[in-house]
């Protein structure tokens, strides 16, 4: 199983950017998807989640500004990330279960992304 996470970058306060999620050897049709981010120094936190129903969670410092989003066609999970702050710098990561009881725990995912970078400036 891989999942390969891509689309991070550098863009400016307020602005926007779409993260990837693709996965091989797994389907994210029967898992639950979530991404989580690490900055320097910090421990790794949760940002949203999808389970297979569709439901998605939201950390209460993305809510209104990033979404979740799946195409089980593609195999493939997105987070869109707008009216980017400084203090969402972070390595973000993806993440899937198959028995995922509270999205926001990482402990409770099978399998995990390498992370990609996401540097917002000032």
């Known amino acids: 199983v891989q999942l390969q996470a891509c689309g991070g970058g550098l863009v400016q306060a307020g602005g926007s950017l779409r993260l990837s999620c693709a996965a091989s050897g797994l389907a994210f049709s029967s898992n639950a998807v979530g991404w989580f981010r690490q900055a320097p120094g910090k421990g790794r936190e949760f940002v949203a989640a999808?389970?297979?129903?569709?439901?998605?969670y939201y950390a209460d410092s993305v809510k209104g500004r990033f979404t979740i989003s799946r195409d089980n066609a593609k195999n493939t999970v997105y987070l869109q990330m707008n009216s980017l702050k400084p203090e969402d710098t972070a390595v973000y990561l993806c993440a899937a279960g198959l028995r995922v009881i509270d999205p926001s725990t990482k402990r409770q995912y099978d399998y995990w992304g390498q992370g990609t970078q996401v540097t917002v400036s000032s």
């Open positions: 999808s389970r297979r129903g569709g439901s998605t």
